[in-house]
T-cell receptor, first 116, second 114 residues
Framework: DQQVKQNSPSLSVQEGRISILNCDYT??????FLWYKKYPAEGPTFLIS?????DKNEDGRFTVFLNKSAKHLSLHIVPSQPGDSAVYFC???????????????FGKGTLLTVNP | GAVVSQHPSWVICKSGTSVKIECRSL??????MFWYRQFPKQSLMLMAT?????????EQGVEKDKFLINHASLTLSTLTVTSAHPEDSSFYIC??????????FGNGTRLTVT
């Protein structure tokens, strides 16, 4: 049972436009969400996170929106750049208490291609 | 920023042999590290939580006798795939959490068992 779902395996966007990556979750105990970016043959790199007490978090070109009632979050990248082309993973955790047990559940990822 | 180093980045081994993968936190101490596995076009799946100085905690369905984890110091955890078989071929990634920060991942190890 996939608790974190990224229903779009791929997305293609023109350089300069907005990229919107979506993620849905089913576990209502999740209260901390993260986005990771992954290039081929490399490990995921942390991008941005959001706690369930917020509905938006922004960091430069990256903004994450959280809709708790819909159990949905999205990552907006604007403007998109060719270097943003990578696989983006949505991840969720049941605790952001700062404890050392920090288990994440990942989605399958969305391959973003930004065309010049 | 925090760096997690994983070695080797790729390894090919024969069926029946064992392979050890190292995960190091380079500029912080990690009492807990995590080992994930990723099959093609699948999500990262948590295999086990590696606890410094104590036994690892394995996720359901992961054989602890096959995937041996040792976390002997605050900066090193190792995953040994024992008696590897072709179905163990996968991408293995470790992660560690620096204090007050999100999880940082190693670059992963591509294991191919022939």
């Amino acid at each position: 049972d996939q608790q974190v779902k990224q229903n779009s395996p791929s997305l293609s966007v023109q350089e300069g436009r907005i990229s919107i990556l979506n993620c849905d979750y089913t576990n209502s105990m999740f209260d901390y969400f993260l986005w990771y970016k992954k290039y081929p043959a490399e490990g995921p790199t942390f991008l941005i996170s959001i706690s369930s007490i917020k509905d938006k978090n922004e960091d430069g070109r990256f903004t994450v929106f959280l809709n708790k009632s819909a159990k949905h979050l999205s990552l907006h990248i604007v403007p998109s750049q060719p270097g943003d082309s990578a696989v983006y993973f949505c991840a969720a955790s049941g605790s952001n208490s700062g404890g050392s047990n920090y288990k994440l559940t990942f989605g399958k990822g969305t391959l973003l291609t930004v065309n010049p | 920023g925090a760096v997690v180093s994983q070695h080797p980045s790729w390894v090919i081994c024969k069926s029946g042999t064992s392979v050890k993968i190292e995960c190091r936190s380079l500029d912080f101490q990690a009492t807990t590290m995590f080992w994930y596995r990723q099959f093609p076009k699948q999500s990262l799946m948590l295999m086990a939580t590696s606890n410094e100085g104590s036994k690892a905690t394995y996720e359901q369905g992961v054989e602890k006798d096959k995937f041996l984890i040792n976390h002997a110091s605050l900066t090193l955890s190792t995953l040994t795939v024992t008696s590897a078989h072709p179905e163990d071929s996968s991408f293995y990634i470790c992660s560690a959490r620096a204090p007050g920060a999100a999880l940082h991942f190693g670059n992963g190890t591509r294991l191919t068992v022939t």
